[in-house]
């Protein structure tokens, strides 16, 4: 009776031994995903949105976006700002004209977080605005002048205009006011962003350009300030279109420095054929 009592109980030890002992249980997985590449940012008022491709690993739930000062340096410290399961993230909340160093890494299924990425990614936020309209100044020179640094239109001849508008009947033109500012036509574009520097050079002998809609237009002021333009609109009496302008002056992301010479002296209005 004992016995019979007894056998069952060591099968059952046996059994439990062997529960624990199971060596088909997986460990733990403790790898962390690569780090997100092609990192990018596009500028804009007060935010920059921060894109990246898409990691390969089929465990990645997510990424996280991180933040440092300029001061830092490249090699931060970097603080967290947000996640996120998309390859965009938009870091707002930032002051216009201050630059911030971002990053991105990813986590997988087990929260194993990746290296921050490798590419180097400033941003530099700056003022923006859209429907901006000028008057030809052929008509009246009142409100045919655009000043970047307070986003406001002036006279056509007024010393703080940066550009102005002219429709002489054959072609629209902006112009640039004076000779230490410069103006250059950067084509065809689906929306402001599109462009998000200025040339290194080709910039426009007379300071004039011809106006088409759609095309992206950047200007560099007197003042050594980068600045960008979209027309969306022409008629013979307006031109109407939307702008950015980097509040950094001298900003290496935006704008690739020149002489100034010794002051701003007024360009000869030069219509285009």
Known sequence: MRLAYL????ALAVLIAGCDDDSSVAPRDVTPPAAPRGVYTVTGDQR?????????EYDVAGYRIYQAPLENGADGPYFRVGTTTNTSFVVD???NGV????????????????ELSYDT?????RPEGFGATLANFVNTTTGAGWDFSVGTTRASNDPATDIFFG???????MFARDLQTDIQDMGWAADLDAIDYAPAAGWSPSGTVELIPGHCYVVCTRDNHFA???????????????????????????LIA??????????PIAWLR
């Open 167 to 173: 429709y002489n009947g054959s072609v629209f033109q």
């Open 258 to 267: 020149r002489a100034t010479g010794e002051g701003p002296q007024d360009r």
């Open 99 to 114: 630059t911030k160093y971002l990053a991105v890494s990813a986590v997988d299924d087990h929260g194993n977080e990746s």
């Open 93 to 95: 909340g930032l002051t």
């Open 121 to 125: 990614v400033f941003d530099t936020p």
């Open 7 to 10: 056998l069952p109980v060591a």
């Open 228 to 254: 960008k333009f979209r027309v969306t609109s022409l008629s013979a009496s307006a031109v109407v279109f939307d702008w950015a302008y980097q509040t950094d002056p001298g900003n290496g992301e935006l």
């Open 48 to 56: 920059a949105t921060l894109h990246w491709l898409e990691n390969t």
